[in-house]
């Protein structure tokens, strides 16, 4: 099975910062990457699908690049209420898998 | 409005059984796969495995095969997850979101305490 590798596990930024967590997988999953957002004690909540497609709702200060192997989430500007966990899932060959998750937290 | 409805939290003891349920509204169920995720305590997201109501296809995760079983009832728009045997590994918030390449609705979850 394509195994997913997030980093960092976890990153303290300051408000404003730009924030970049990266997924890479094992093996080439084109652009079927979602990224989720999990705030403590909430249920997960789709950011972006196919790699770069921002979900309906949410702040465009969220973006999501890649194709094949390597992904990037990117928060343009850290506002207090991102702080959370963030996770990438992958889809191939009717397995989905979710990365290890990067925890985000405020300086 | 699209909602993922699940059944109530859940204290069970070892080697009981359980199956946990997730109602869907709000769109055709039976044309939308609905996943499983896990989330043991303090830890990530875990996909289980998926169903398609329509036709009940279903797919595991290798980790979870044969450890859980995944149904539904198109009739009444209902998902079920369940275990014939639990541990005290079992523990965890169960999540079901509606599933296609990606999950975009999720419901709040069923919290399964196993403990002796």
């Known amino acids: 099975d394509i195994q997913m590798t997030q980093s960092p596990s976890s990153m303290s930024a300051s408000v404003g910062d730009r924030v970049t967590i990266t997924c890479r997988a094992s093996?080439?999953?084109?652009?079927?990457l979602a990224w989720y957002q999990q705030k403590p004690g909430k249920v997960p909540n789709l950011l972006i699908y196919?790699?770069?497609i921002l979900q309906s709702g949410v702040p465009s200060r969220f973006s999501g690049s890649g194709s094949g192997t390597d992904f990037t989430l990117t928060i343009s500007s850290l506002q207090p209420e991102d702080v959370a966990t963030y996770y990438c899932q992958k889809y191939n060959s009717a397995l989905w898998t979710f990365g290890q998750g990067t925890k985000v937290e405020i300086k | 409005e699209v909602q993922l409805v699940q059944s109530g939290a859940e204290v069970k003891k070892p080697g009981e059984s359980l199956k946990i349920s997730c109602k869907g509204s709000g769109y055709s169920f039976s044309n939308n796969w609905i996943g499983w995720v896990r989330q043991m305590p303090g830890k990530g997201l875990e996909w289980m495995g998926v169903i398609y109501p329509g036709d009940s296809d279903t797919r595991y995760s290798p980790s979870f095969q044969g450890q859980v079983t995944i149904s539904a009832d198109k009739s009444i728009n209902t998902a079920y997850l369940q275990w014939s045997s639990l541990r005290a590994s079992d523990t965890a918030m169960y999540y079901c979101?509606?599933?296609?390449?990606?999950?975009?609705?999720w419901g709040r979850g069923t919290l399964v305490t196993v403990s002796s």
């Open positions: 196919g790699a770069s």
């Open positions: 979101a509606r599933q296609s390449f990606h999950m975009d609705y």
């Open positions: 093996q080439g999953i084109s652009d079927y």
